[in-house]
């Protein structure tokens, strides 16, 4: 019998391969990986060109049988994105996004939902990893008042980069979430934007990919409907070790 989990991890490991290969080849390119910033590598976003990459995303997922992994793999230059890929192995589903030239499922257009009414929306977002009883209490009250006010439902799939997608895909009308981080949410970023959608901080300021916080929505009305409910905080940034003057 096929190995599925394995068939999955092979492509993560071919596709996180060919970044570094070409990374290698283009030894200007600057790299921001989960594991090689756990191996102690620096997190820093400067105006060169920088992958920004999480081989599996959806680790808890993974070693579970949970059928949601995603491959994230950003481009970003100038601070900017450029492409994001990401790849949601069981589905066999390749969410593409080159900077003005929209965003694909398998070569499918996407387009994000035109729902502006919040009551008729679905939210993702997630219950994070963090087991600090007063952020857990955050998320929770979050939680709480987003599906309140009311909504069609809560959902997430346990992976950032696979619910940014769903965003991009119009399953469903926003995600958010505090903790994050930037390899988790850069291919998704743009992919959200190609598809007609927005980003924005969980305080409706600009969306800071170092911050570990982000809205993507449909657009700007439901992004900014939920932001009003969100009980915000601020985890420690994806630079805050690694901050450069420039
Ligand atoms: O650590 P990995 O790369 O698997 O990814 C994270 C997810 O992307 C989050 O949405 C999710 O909430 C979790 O924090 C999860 O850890
Ligand atoms: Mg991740």
Not at 197 to 222: E, F, H, Q, T, Y
Request: a negative charge; glycine letters at 8%.
């Amino acid at each position: 019998m096929t190995d599925l989990w394995q068939n999955a991890m092979d492509h993560a490991v071919a596709l996180a391969r060919k970044a570094g290969s070409v990374s290698v080849c283009l030894s200007f390119c600057l790299f921001i990986g989960e594991e090689s910033v756990a191996a102690g590598e620096p997190c820093v976003l400067t105006d060169n060109p920088t992958w920004i990459v999480d081989p599996v995303d959806g680790t808890t997922n993974f070693v579970h049988g949970y059928p949601f992994v995603a491959v994230s793999i950003g481009f970003a230059v100038n601070r900017k994105l450029e492409f994001g890929v990401v790849y949601s192995c069981i589905e066999d589903k390749m969410y593409t996004a080159r900077k003005g030239q929209g965003a694909f499922c398998n070569g499918q257009l996407l387009n994000v939902s035109d729902q502006k009414e919040i009551s008729q929306s679905i939210i993702a977002t997630e219950f994070g990893s963090n087991r600090d009883t007063e952020v857990v209490d955050k998320i929770f009250s979050s939680m709480r008042k987003i599906l309140c006010l009311p909504i069609h439902g809560i959902r997430g799939v346990g992976t950032a980069a696979t619910n940014m997608c769903l965003v991009a895909s119009g399953c469903v009308e926003a995600y958010y979430e505090i903790g994050i981080h930037c390899w988790d949410i850069a291919a998704g970023a743009i992919i959200v934007t190609e598809a007609g959608g927005v980003l924005m901080d969980v305080d409706g300021g600009p969306l800071d990919l170092m911050s570990r916080r982000v809205v993507a929505a449909n657009n700007k009305i439901i992004a900014e409907r939920i932001v009003k409910e969100i009980d915000a905080f601020t985890p420690l940034r994806d630079d805050a070790s690694t901050e450069t003057e420039d």
